[in-house]
């Protein structure tokens, strides 16, 4: 149901140093770690002016923190949280400027919620790298009481601030972060289809 | 696509506002306000010159706000192909003319959160319209303009007197340059940089961002190039089944409206892409002139933008 080729959501590839850039910001969550390191020792080779924000929050218990800090390229953050990721990204952005490429790598929320801090700072396309790694969790946001569900890996969530039962949609939207999600038996309460996990 | 619509307008004011640069102001004959449009907007003029109408591209300076009258700057160009001295000797107050609707290829980006606006010599009328558009924003930005003389700073002199310290005029004449490193570097997230003058000033502004490492997307200019006077060629044309010829001082896209042909346009300077047509059969070279086609394109010989470029060759056939 609703399986489609979304066209909202980002264009996630497989992170490429990018020599034309001047000033270079990493991101990542759990096992998205691996691919930083991997793009900044490529990004190392030619420009010294790196920056990793790094969280250790993992689904796999994937943890690169050590690995990173070891490898001593450029300069290395490492939050507890995903809020404090996304707040130390936020900060490094204020003080770039013109000539900066941000790499990021882990799940889709957290490919979101970097790309919600990128957007605000007019970073395009061109100066932008999603890696997806890790789960295909979705991020639900409640279309009705407009609360968030995080880790979402069906194709129905009973949302847990209003309690509607919602039917996650395909459409995305880059604004939220979040998938939509739509409550599903407003006409007959109750009337429910079986729930699925689709999104692991 | 459908010929271009045209507004009927009568020229209400002449100002000559520097010793090359004159400006004109453009109502409705019959009062109605004009279309709405936004900062970097421009018109194509269609003057009635003597063997042909001329039909040339000009940036609109006045405000988004007032539609009562249109304000365009022409630069007087005596080695060109007639439409600039056209506007000088022949246009005066009262004058008709007839305006293709308002096109934007230069717009401001609406993300941004800085504006360098770089300018040389008439390059300064599209910026003229936009900072209206800036004023009634929180975006920051700036102007950098260069000129040839203090006679020539007029419209930069005005804007200095509204816009204060934004503006930085630099005068040739006094030994003046900018010095695009500096007038790049360290600047904030979110900057776009925009610059219309002479080709050589576009392609070093360019070439110092990237330099910097800027990314294409926060990169603009604006550049409408006149078609170049070339050999005289012949084209038949698929479509309509008519053999046309185009002699040296018309453009390709000139030729087939004189042959009665309608064929899309709307920048006539080789930008916005409009006029693109498929090459059938070129049995020589075609002499690419636009800044549209990818180069890609250019080096496959299908495709031609024939308000600026030409063939040179025995045999062209176009899909028009």
Not at chain 1, 5 to 14: G, L, R
Not at chain 2, 51 to 73: F, G
Not at chain 2, 227 to 235: A, R
Request: proline residues 5%; neutral net charge.
């Amino acid at each position: 149901m609703l399986i489609t080729e979304i066209k909202s959501k980002p264009i996630y590839t497989t992170l490429k140093p990018d020599v034309r850039g001047r000033f270079h910001v990493l991101t990542g969550q759990g096992s998205g770690g691996d691919a930083l390191l991997s793009v900044a020792s490529q990004i190392w080779e030619f420009a010294p002016h790196l920056h990793i924000v790094y969280s250790t929050v993992s689904e796999s218990g994937e943890n690169h923190a050590r690995a990173l800090q070891d490898s001593k390229l450029g300069k290395v953050e490492i939050h507890a949280t995903i809020t404090g990721a996304i707040a130390g990204l936020e900060r490094t952005l204020a003080g770039c400027v013109m000539g900066t490429r941000l790499y990021v790598a882990g799940s889709e929320s957290f490919i979101g919620s970097a790309l919600q801090v990128a957007n605000a700072y007019n970073l395009s396309a061109d100066e932008v790298q999603c890696q997806h790694v890790g789960t295909s969790a979705r991020r639900v946001y409640c279309i009705h009481c407009r609360g968030y569900n995080e880790n979402v890996t069906t194709n129905m969530v009973q949302c847990r601030r209003c309690g509607r039962q919602l039917l996650v949609r395909d459409h995305y939207s880059k604004r939220l972060a979040s998938y939509m999600g739509l409550m599903i038996d407003a006409e007959v309460p109750g009337d429910l289809p079986p729930v699925e996990e689709l999104y692991r | 696509m459908r010929q271009a619509e045209t507004i009927p307008v009568k020229v209400t004011r002449v100002e000559q506002l520097t010793p090359l640069i004159k400006e004109f102001r453009l109502s409705r004959r019959n009062g109605d306000l004009l279309p709405a449009f936004s900062g970097g907007c421009h018109v194509v003029v269609v003057m009635p010159g003597a063997k042909r109408a001329i039909r040339n591209p000009y940036s609109l300076m006045s405000s988004p706000y007032e539609l009562d009258t249109y304000r365009i700057a022409v630069r007087r160009m005596e080695q060109s192909r007639g439409g600039s001295v056209f506007m000088h000797d022949q246009v005066k107050p009262g004058t008709e003319l007839d305006i293709a609707y308002p096109v934007n290829l230069f717009p401001l980006s609406k993300f941004a959160r800085q504006h360098i606006l770089i300018a040389g010599g008439v390059g300064i009328t599209p910026f003229v319209g936009m900072i209206h558009d800036l004023h009634h924003g929180a975006v920051p930005f700036e102007l950098h303009y260069a000129v040839a003389g203090r006679e020539h700073a007029t419209i930069g002199e005005k804007l200095k007197r509204e816009d204060g310290d934004v503006v930085n005029i630099y005068d040739a004449s006094a030994g003046e340059r900018m010095n695009f490193t500096k007038i790049l570097s360290d600047r904030p997230l979110g900057t776009h940089v925009y610059t219309c003058g002479p080709a050589g000033m576009i392609e070093e502004v360019a070439e110092t961002a990237r330099y910097l490492g800027w990314a294409d997307s926060h990169i603009h200019w604006e550049q409408f190039s006149a078609p170049p006077v070339g050999e005289p060629f012949d084209v038949y044309l698929a479509h309509s089944k008519i053999e046309v010829h185009v002699p040296a001082e018309l453009s390709l896209l000139e030729a087939i409206e004189v042959a009665g042909v309608n064929a899309p346009y709307q920048c006539r300077g080789g930008v916005c892409g409009t006029c693109e047509t498929d090459v059938i059969e070129c049995d020589g070279e075609i002499l690419h002139n636009d800044h549209y086609l990818s180069h890609e394109d250019k080096i496959s010989g299908k495709k031609i933008m024939p308000c600026i470029s030409r063939a040179r060759c025995r045999r062209l056939v176009l899909d028009r």
